[in-house]
DNA sequence: TGTACATCAGTGAACGCGCGTTCACTGATGTAC
DNA sequence: TGTACATCAGTGAACGCGCGTTCACTGATGTAC
């Protein structure tokens, strides 16, 4: 009979895994601060060395956080451009899922967006994606007359900035300062966000073809 | 002949705003992570302990510190609101007063918006505030016709969203995306994101105007 | 102006704690033949 | 199929460190009379 589920062998198996998930738990119940890789061990039920041998570093789990981090969103970004194919839709779409992303997991943005103290690393293979269908989503939305003309970086910035502020006025309170305010509103502010956006853009758009013709 | 600077009296007279800057010079230097009632102590020349007749708690000091940043914020944006008549260049002017303010001192932010761990306190008075002139120039901006109609609040979580994202963008990395990119090229950006937003509110309330005399 | 005394704001030693990291070790697993 | 051996992935003890916080203390300052 071979190692079974309530078996405890030597050998853990796939501890790096595990440290992975506990982590992810760690840091979502006890904020970054608590997550050390001695914690870490203990809530897999390891000796505090063992990690050692999978992380040098706790730096080095914060990393491969990261990396788990931005692939879960760049795959959650493909979903919502293989669904849809109305510019202006795929571009709210994107706004929403990334909103979304951050409201289900604030760990993740927690950790993708932490504050280094360290020397930056080769960032993740995810975060250029991130940007780079963003910006293709708003240059589609140029050729389809419901975005402004213009550098599509600048417009890309616009709305990373917006759905990014959004959340992390979310995760970090001053959200609350808005009455009457609870957390059945949260979609409701959101699409308010999303749909001034697309609203905004979609104006600018026809006032600049109006301007055009007009001429 | 009373205590000159030079002198070092047994009592250092005025250890409470001491400390407090060396808190800000801290968490500007080497993060909030690093900020510890010791080492500014440390920093200050004084015993360990003697931080602990001003402050109960490092939490203590973090709060007092999150007061001093709100209240320098709420200055700022009375400072614009007192310079300028015309309600769009106001809305302009206070979003730039915003990014500016967490660009030449970063260490603000880092307090005023730091994940809690414990429980919160009654929320700073210059927080409300900040968000009080924020509705208050969307509402003029709407009665100026430079801004869509529909609820305040939304427009203003919208404005606001916006600057703070593309403050934490720039101070949390991935900002970088966008080539070229250099520091120099931040008052660009910045500008292009207050533009858009300007120009988009405002084609939006003109085409609600002539929607409604069209009708 | 001087004296007695309370209060304030420091000192310095000590506590217990959890952390990251290292090390020699050992049990389990995989491979060559 | 069995055996020898290398390698892998754990263990458990130990290190040094800096932290928050407490405590009895003492020098400096302010106040009443």
Redesign the interface.
């Given at each position: 009979m071979p190692a079974s589920k309530t078996k405890r062998s030597y050998h853990h198996g796939d501890l790096r895994h595990a440290l992975l998930e506990a982590a992810w738990q760690l840091v979502s119940e006890?904020?970054?601060?608590?997550l050390t890789l001695r914690e870490v061990a203990r809530k897999v039920g390891v000796t505090h060395a063992a990690p050692y041998h999978h992380f040098p570093t706790r730096e080095a789990l914060l990393d491969a956080l990261e990396d788990e981090g931005f692939a879960a969103l760049r795959a959650q970004m493909l979903r919502v451009l293989a669904d849809l194919s109305d510019p202006g839709a795929r571009l709210s779409a994107l706004g929403r899922a990334y909103i979304d992303f951050a409201r289900d997991a604030p760990e993740r943005v927690?950790v993708m967006?932490?504050?280094?103290?360290a020397p930056?690393r080769e960032?993740p293979a995810g975060?250029?994606d991130v940007?780079v269908y963003l910006l293709e989503a708003v240059r589609t939305c140029q050729v389809a007359g419901v975005a402004?003309a213009g550098?599509a970086?600048?417009?890309?910035?616009?709305a990373?900035?917006?759905?990014?502020?959004?959340?992390?006025?979310w995760?970090?309170?001053?959200?609350e300062?808005?009455p009457p305010y609870d957390s059945t509103r949260f979609e409701l502010?959101r699409e308010?966000?999303l749909t001034?956006?697309r609203?905004?853009?979609r104006?600018?758009a026809?006032?600049e073809r109006s301007a055009l013709t007009g001429k």
């Open positions: 006890r904020g970054l601060d608590a927690q967006f932490r504050r280094r103290t930056a960032p975060e250029d940007f402004p550098d970086h600048e417009l890309a910035l616009t990373w900035s917006l759905v990014h502020g959004f959340v992390k006025l995760l970090e309170g001053p959200l300062l808005m502010l308010a966000v001034d956006l609203t905004s853009w104006a600018r026809l006032a």
